[in-house]
């Protein structure tokens, strides 16, 4: 309730200052405008030259290569399991 209370009391001392002083606000907003647009525009054209620097790299594989001894793992770990499911298959018999 208090929250509301001083959301409603600044939001009248906004308007009436916004009222008191237009000519100053109208000043303050001509010269803040550009400036926005200045940014903007240098941000703009900042992040489209990294973009086109991006496109100019050469595309990199996130793949590594294959190791020689891939295969080797592959069937250690298919024989592991073949032993455990053994080993369970005991394990339910007993």
Known sequence: MKTLI???IAA???LIGLVVWWGQFLMVLAGII???LLL???LAIYLGFDELKDSWSP???AE???ESGEGEDVEKYKKEIDDLKEEIKTLKDD
Do not use: F, R, S
Request: glycine share 28%; no cysteine; proline share 22%.
């Open 64 to 66: 590594p290569p294959p």
């Open 59 to 61: 595309e990199e594989t």
């Open 34 to 36: 550009p400036a926005m």
């Open 40 to 42: 903007g525009g240098a």
């Open 6 to 8: 001083g959301g409603v």
């Open 12 to 14: 009248a001392l906004g």
